[in-house]
C-alpha cells in the first residue's frame, strides 16, 4: 500500500515551530511520507497563529490553496486562530478538523480517525479549559532547536489575545524537559532556543523556578549553546543576569520586550514595568556582557499614542541602543481590552513610525555589527547555502559568512570576522 504522505504550515512563532516538528514526527513515526509544503499531500496540516488580523488572513489564504492543490487531501488546522475562531475555519470550504490548543497533541489521532473528507470535525475548548501541556521541540528542520518550556500566560496586556488563546501560564517539570535537552543532544544538535509564551514566568505549575531550569539544562552534555527566546523586562532578574554571564553554554543574546518608551503608553498597555525599569535591566545586562546582542520588541500606533509618546519611544531607544527592534503597528485584536480605547491612531501615522523605527533599527543594527570587525570569535554555522556561501551565528547573535564547506555544518568554529556588507553580514577568516 502506497505510504500517505504529509505536509505541514507553520505560521507565528517559535513556540508553533517547535509543536509543528513534534507533530510532524509522530506523523513519520506512524510511516507516513513527510513532503515539502508545496508538494503534493493527502494530508496537510496548518499550525495557526492569530497574534494579527493579517495573521488569520493569512491561514484562511493557505487554506484555500492548498484545497486548491489537493482537493481530495484531509486538512487539519490548530494553533491560535483555531483556538479562537473554530467555527469560522471550518466554515472554509475543504477543511476537515479543527483541533483547539488543548488538543493539539492529540492531531494525529484524530486524523486517524477520520473515515475521509466530509464536514469539519471541530474540537474547540474555552480559554479556561485549556490546562494540557503539549511537550515540544523542533528537529531537523534547522542547526538550532527550538525547546517548548512553558505555555500560556497569565499576564493581560490590553493589546494581547495571545493569553485567550493559550491559556493559562504552565509548564512542565524540569526533570522532564533535560530529558528532552538529551535528547535533542543525543540527535547532535548543538543549539537550543528555550521557548514559551512568557518564558520566563516558568514554574507556575511545577512551584519551580526559571533560573533553577537553566542552571539544569546547562549541565547536559552534547548541547553547547543556549539562547532565552524572550523574557519579559520584570522576569529578567539580576541572578538570572549574572547566571548568563558566568555560564560558557548561555550566549550573549536577549529579547526582551518594550513595546513603547512611553511610561504613560506602557501603563494603557498595562505591561509591568516602567521605561526606567527596563532602562536598568538592559545597564545591568550590559554591566556584566557589554557584547550582549539585545534584541526589543516595540509597538507603534497604540490607542492615545501621541506624536510626543513616539517621539519619547524613539529618544528612549536611541538612548538604550538595542541591536535590533522588532517592530509591530498596533492590530486591533476581538476581545482584547485595547480595542474599545479612544484616540485610535491613523493607518498612515502608525506607517510612518514603523519606517523611522526601521531606518533607526537599520543603523543600529550596522553599529553593531561593524563592532565585531577585527575580533575573534566562535561561530556555529549552519546548512543554508546561497551562492556558494554557507552562514552562521556568533554567540552574541551576529551573522557571519564563508565559503560553504559541508565539514563545517553545525559545529561551532573559530574565526576572526572580517568586513562587514551591505547585509551586516560579516565575513570570516577561520582561525584553526
Ligand atoms: S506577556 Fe502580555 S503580550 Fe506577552 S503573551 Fe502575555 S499578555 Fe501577551
Given at each position: 500500500?502506497?505510504?500517505?504522505?504529509?505536509?505541514?504550515?507553520t505560521?507565528?512563532?517559535?513556540?508553533?515551530?517547535?509543536?509543528?516538528s513534534?507533530l510532524?514526527?509522530?506523523?513519520?513515526?506512524?510511516g507516513?511520507?513527510?513532503?515539502?509544503?508545496?508538494?503534493?499531500?493527502?494530508?496537510?496540516?496548518?499550525?495557526?497563529?492569530?497574534?494579527?488580523?493579517h495573521?488569520?488572513?493569512?491561514?484562511?489564504?493557505?487554506?484555500?490553496?492548498?484545497?486548491?492543490?489537493?482537493?481530495?487531501?484531509?486538512?487539519?488546522?490548530?494553533?491560535?486562530?483555531?483556538?479562537?475562531?473554530?467555527?469560522?475555519?471550518?466554515?472554509?470550504?475543504?477543511?476537515?478538523?479543527?483541533?483547539?490548543?488543548?488538543?493539539?497533541?492529540?492531531?494525529?489521532?484524530?486524523?486517524?480517525?477520520?473515515?475521509?473528507?466530509?464536514?469539519?470535525?471541530?474540537?474547540?475548548?474555552?480559554?479556561?479549559?485549556?490546562?494540557?501541556?503539549f511537550?515540544?521541540?523542533?528537529?531537523?528542520?534547522?542547526?538550532?532547536?527550538?525547546?517548548?518550556?512553558?505555555?500560556?500566560?497569565d499576564?493581560?496586556?490590553?493589546?494581547?489575545?495571545?493569553?485567550?488563546?493559550?491559556?493559562s501560564?504552565?509548564?512542565?517539570?524540569?526533570?522532564?524537559?533535560?530529558?528532552?535537552?538529551?535528547?535533542?543532544?543525543?540527535e547532535?544538535?548543538?543549539?537550543?532556543?528555550?521557548t514559551?509564551?512568557?518564558?520566563?514566568?516558568?514554574g507556575?505549575?511545577?512551584?519551580?523556578?526559571?533560573?533553577?531550569?537553566?542552571?539544569?539544562?546547562?549541565?547536559?552534555?552534547?548541547?553547547?549553546?543556549?539562547?532565552?527566546?524572550?523574557?519579559?523586562?520584570?522576569?529578567?532578574?539580576?541572578?538570572?543576569?549574572?547566571?548568563?554571564?558566568?555560564?560558557?553554554?548561555?550566549?550573549?543574546?536577549?529579547?526582551?520586550?518594550?513595546?513603547?518608551?512611553?511610561?504613560?503608553?506602557?501603563?494603557?498597555?498595562?505591561?509591568?514595568?516602567?521605561?526606567?525599569?527596563?532602562?536598568?535591566?538592559?545597564?545591568s545586562?550590559?554591566?556584566?556582557?557589554?557584547?550582549?546582542?539585545?534584541?526589543?520588541?516595540?509597538?507603534?500606533?497604540?490607542?492615545?499614542?501621541?506624536?510626543?509618546?513616539?517621539?519619547?519611544?524613539?529618544?528612549?531607544?536611541?538612548?538604550?541602543?538595542?541591536?535590533?527592534?522588532?517592530?509591530?503597528?498596533?492590530?486591533?485584536r476581538?476581545?482584547?481590552?485595547?480595542?474599545?480605547?479612544?484616540?485610535?491612531?491613523?493607518?498612515?501615522?502608525?506607517?510612518?513610525?514603523?519606517?523611522?523605527?526601521?531606518?533607526l533599527?537599520?543603523?543600529?543594527?550596522?553599529?553593531?555589527?561593524?563592532?565585531?570587525?577585527?575580533?575573534?570569535?566562535?561561530?556555529?554555522?549552519?546548512?543554508?547555502?546561497?551562492?556558494?556561501?554557507?552562514?552562521g551565528?556568533?554567540?552574541?547573535?551576529?551573522?557571519?559568512?564563508?565559503?560553504?564547506?559541508?565539514?563545517?555544518?553545525?559545529?561551532?568554529c573559530?574565526?576572526?570576522?572580517?568586513?562587514?556588507?551591505?547585509?551586516?553580514?560579516?565575513?570570516?577568516?577561520?582561525?584553526?
Amino acid at each position: 500500500m502506497q505510504q500517505r504522505r504529509v505536509n505541514f504550515h507553520t505560521l507565528g512563532c517559535k513556540l508553533n515551530f517547535s509543536e509543528t516538528s513534534t507533530l510532524a514526527r509522530q506523523f513519520e513515526e506512524g510511516g507516513f511520507v513527510r513532503v515539502a509544503p508545496n508538494a503534493p499531500a493527502d494530508i496537510c496540516v496548518i499550525n495557526s497563529c492569530s497574534v494579527t488580523e493579517h495573521a488569520d488572513k493569512k491561514c484562511r489564504n493557505l487554506i484555500r490553496k492548498l484545497h486548491r492543490q489537493n482537493p481530495d487531501a484531509i486538512i487539519a488546522v490548530t494553533g491560535c486562530y483555531a483556538q479562537l475562531k473554530p467555527y469560522e475555519i471550518g466554515d472554509i470550504e475543504g477543511v476537515d478538523l479543527v483541533l483547539s490548543n488543548n488538543d493539539k497533541g492529540s492531531l494525529y489521532r484524530r486524523v486517524l480517525e477520520l473515515s475521509g473528507k466530509g464536514r469539519a470535525h471541530i474540537y474547540s475548548c474555552d480559554t479556561d479549559d485549556i490546562t494540557s501541556f503539549f511537550a515540544a521541540f523542533s528537529t531537523g528542520d534547522r542547526t538550532r532547536t527550538f525547546l517548548k518550556v512553558q505555555d500560556g500566560c497569565d499576564y493581560c496586556c490590553a493589546y494581547c489575545t495571545i493569553h485567550y488563546a493559550r491559556g493559562s501560564s504552565r509548564n512542565m517539570p524540569i526533570a522532564d524537559i533535560v530529558k528532552e535537552a538529551e535528547r535533542i543532544a543525543a540527535e547532535g544538535q548543538k543549539e537550543i532556543v528555550i521557548t514559551g509564551v512568557n518564558t520566563g514566568d516558568f514554574g507556575r505549575t511545577t512551584g519551580e523556578k526559571f533560573i533553577d531550569l537553566l542552571k539544569a539544562l546547562n549541565e547536559v552534555d552534547g548541547i553547547e549553546r543556549y539562547r532565552i527566546s524572550s523574557i519579559e523586562p520584570n522576569l529578567l532578574t539580576e541572578e538570572i543576569i549574572e547566571f548568563c554571564a558566568s555560564s560558557p553554554k548561555f550566549q550573549h543574546h536577549f529579547h526582551i520586550p518594550l513595546q513603547s518608551g512611553s511610561d504613560r503608553i506602557l501603563g494603557l498597555m498595562r505591561r509591568r514595568y516602567t521605561s526606567k525599569k527596563f532602562a536598568e535591566r538592559i545597564a545591568s545586562v550590559r554591566r556584566l556582557m557589554p557584547d550582549a546582542f539585545i534584541g526589543i520588541d516595540v509597538i507603534v500606533g497604540f490607542p492615545g499614542e501621541s506624536d510626543e509618546d513616539f517621539r519619547t519611544t524613539y529618544r528612549f531607544l536611541e538612548e538604550v541602543r538595542p541591536a535590533f527592534l522588532h517592530i509591530f503597528p498596533y492590530s486591533e485584536r476581538p476581545g482584547t481590552p485595547a480595542i474599545h480605547f479612544p484616540d485610535k491612531v491613523q493607518s498612515s501615522v502608525a506607517t510612518r513610525r514603523v519606517q523611522e523605527l526601521e531606518e533607526l533599527c537599520d543603523r543600529l543594527h550596522a553599529d553593531f555589527c561593524q563592532q565585531g570587525v577585527g575580533e575573534e570569535d566562535t561561530v556555529l554555522f549552519e546548512s543554508t547555502r546561497r551562492n556558494g556561501m554557507m552562514f552562521g551565528y556568533t554567540g552574541n547573535y551576529r551573522r557571519v559568512k564563508a565559503p560553504y564547506d559541508a565539514s563545517k555544518i553545525n559545529t561551532i568554529c573559530r574565526v576572526k570576522l572580517l568586513n562587514m556588507d551591505e547585509n551586516h553580514d560579516l565575513e570570516a577568516e577561520f582561525c584553526d
